[in-house]
């Protein structure tokens, strides 16, 4: 009996340790098919994390934008270079002074010298020095940074991450392909050399490597016909008027962390709050138009009350080109000429971080994109990364992050992807959106939504500016470009070559300076602004700019300085499901109606409008108003 009871015993046990080896087998199996990083986070000895006992350096991050490894493709040697040549060709015009580029071209990985910055001594072109090693990738290293707080300190972990499916956050999360290792990006900020000064086409309103974006796999066809077909989930529409009730909601019921401890800056908010509320009625005001506005009286008093007491700081840290070297042409201009212009300023910037009202992290979405997205990924976890590094970092060596968990600071971004880049560790920012979806995380009340402005020309972005006299406007309505998303493709379904006094097309012929588009904007009532892949459009500033009354077509789109501008007072809103009565819809507005909407789109325009040297009620000002005005609303005392 024993001896039965002894094997018994022997055999359950070798099923057992069969069964532990099988799980084991099966757990490595797993880290090494969903790892990408593990070579990257791996070292010598095996270990695969790393513990320094100092504060994240600013180096890493400045590694990531400098450092490539490039292998060469005809010896299979890693070449190693220091660009330091440039070229005598850029005409001065298209520099508009220290540390900024215009809109670049896409160049091959063997044109390395274009990587250009300017030198802000002297505004000769000089170049950032692209260190191109055989010593392995501080790209990888850098994507795998975590910075873990604790009560004892900044405990920053080298670590080993599972790229599962739900972290591709693209253009489209229903179309992604299969997960992909992530490889930093070899090819340098494009075409930063040999720079024009004039952008040729509305045609090119996203990268080329984005247009294409969704890939073969797509099931979106060219033109959609019934939702039924696409895997596209219809969303739930919200419209301009539920967007006013969350606004008012959001100044009744929303407020931001209360701080960890208290400061004189609060106070300063509160009692501002308490002025803009109480703000003295107005009717008549220079350079103001009362039916614009939601309420004149307090956009008047809170804009005076900006001049009188905002301070802004600008954070240093982080390197070009990601941070402080922004574009200044083409459809992104908007996070740009922001950039340029608060740090530059005298005004409200404040060296004293203690004064400060609000925190600027200044970094540009598109260049994050030139700089690390890999083409053909269709994964920009690694751009997220590199932000939330950034951010730790910030919150590492300042301790005014943490004071409000993030909730004074602000940033300024206009690429499509800045949404789902920055809804993680920078959720509670003041986020400044060109892509402004109340769908894709949009907080009404506490984000701006930011004008996209087409800026072709950077020495003078407001030449061509105005159109024909409203009884020489002879088109009914205009639109033309891309078949970016599913919108545009329903439009011209039913509307292009279907009637003549609905001028909609697809791509227009290149001309120069985009003469036939630009004409064709300046010389029609009301310029179609459709949406792309996303929510927002230039064409809606364009359409200010030209003195078109604008159509917005745009289901959740939250419009620009939504939370002083009465856009129903000068501009069209159709929903997406209402393209087939387009006409009938416009047609339907009285003459009388569309005359007071075109005078008023030329009263709002100076809103709209950039200029090298800031203007009282500009763009610049207008941006930085909305991020005061919704600190304001949304601070709390301690």
């Known amino acids: 009996m024993g001896q039965a009871f002894f094997s018994i015993f022997q055999l359950e046990t070798k099923r057992l340790l069969w069964l532990i080896g099988i799980t084991f087998a099966v757990f490595l199996l797993f880290q090494y098919s969903e790892l990408p990083y593990l070579a990257a986070t791996t070292t010598s000895s095996g270990s695969s994390r790393f513990h320094p006992a100092d504060p994240p350096s600013e180096s890493i991050l400045n590694n990531v934008t400098t450092d490539f490894d490039i292998a060469n493709s005809t010896n299979g040697h890693v070449l190693e270079r220091i660009v330091n040549s440039t070229s005598s060709s850029i005409e001065k015009d298209n520099v508009l002074g220290a540390g900024f580029v215009l809109e670049p071209k896409k160049v091959s990985i063997s044109n390395t010298s274009s990587l250009v910055g300017f030198d802000e001594s002297d505004e000769n072109p000089v170049v950032e020095n692209v260190r191109i090693s055989d010593n392995g990738s501080a790209i990888e290293q850098a994507e795998n940074l975590e910075l873990k707080s604790s009560n004892n300190g900044m405990d920053m972990n080298f670590t080993r991450e599972v790229n599962t499916s739900s972290e591709l956050e693209h253009k489209s999360d229903t179309y992604l392909s299969p997960p992909v290792e992530m490889k930093p990006n070899i090819t340098p900020p494009q075409g930063l050399l040999n720079i024009s000064n004039e952008i040729d086409s509305e045609n090119d309103e996203r990268p080329k490597d984005e247009v294409n974006v969704l890939g073969k796999n797509s099931s979106i066809s060219s033109m959609p016909k019934e939702n039924k077909d696409s895997r596209i989930a219809v969303p739930k529409v919200t419209s301009i008027s539920e967007m006013n009730e969350l606004l008012l909601k959001s100044r009744v019921s929303y407020r931001s962390m209360r701080p960890r401890w208290s400061s004189s800056v609060d106070n300063e908010l509160l009692k501002v709050r308490s002025e803009i509320e109480n703000a003295p009625i107005v009717e008549n005001v220079d350079n103001l138009y009362a039916p614009l506005y939601r309420n004149l009286s307090m956009f008047k008093r809170s804009y005076e009350l900006m001049e009188e007491t905002l301070k802004v700081y600008v ?120 892509n402004s979806d109340v769908k894709e995380g949009f907080v009404i009340g506490k984000d701006v ?82 949406k792309g892949y996303e929510v927002n459009s230039p064409r809606v500033v ?78 610049f000002h207008m941006i930085l108003h909305s991020i005061w005005f919704n600190r304001v609303f949304t601070t709390r005392a301690r």
């Open 315 to 434: 954070y240093r840290e982080g390197s070009k080109p990601i941070m402080h070297l922004p574009y200044l042409l083409g459809i992104y201009a908007s996070e740009g000429w922001f950039m340029r212009q608060m740090e530059g300023n005298k005004r409200f910037v404040t060296k004293d971080p203690k004064k400060a009202h609000l925190f600027y992290l200044p970094f540009s979405s598109r260049m994050l994109e030139e700089t690390l997205y890999v083409p053909d990924s269709h994964n920009n976890r690694n751009l997220r990364k590199y932000l939330n590094g950034y951010v730790d970092l910030i919150a590492a060596k300042h301790p005014f992050w943490n004071r409000t968990g993030g909730a004074d600071h602000f940033l300024v971004a206009c690429h499509d992807w800045a949404p789902t880049e920055t809804r993680q560790n920078m959720a509670k920012c003041i986020r400044a959106l060109c």
């Open 449 to 530: 939504s930011l004008p996209e402005t087409y800026v072709r020309n950077a020495q003078k972005p407001t030449r061509d500016i105005g159109g024909r006299p409203v009884s020489k406007r002879k088109t009914l309505a205009f639109f033309a470009g891309g078949m970016h998303g599913y919108v545009r493709p329903i439009l011209l379904q039913h509307w292009e070559n279907k009637d003549p006094d609905m001028k909609i097309f697809g791509i227009l012929p290149k001309s120069k300076g985009n003469r036939n588009y630009i004409q064709y904007m300046k010389s029609s009532k009301y310029c179609i602004c459709a």
């Open 542 to 619: 364009e359409a200010i700019f030209y003195e078109c009354v604008p159509v917005i077509i745009s289901d959740n789109f939250v419009p620009p300085f939504f939370e002083v501008l009465n856009w129903e007072s000068f501009a069209v809103i159709v929903l997406e499901k209402d393209i087939p009565n387009l006409k009938s819809i416009l047609l339907s507005i009285p003459q009388k109606r569309y005359l007071q909407m075109q005078m008023r789109v030329k009263k709002v325009q100076q809103h709209f409008l950039w200029h090298r040297s800031p203007e009282k009620y500009d763009m």
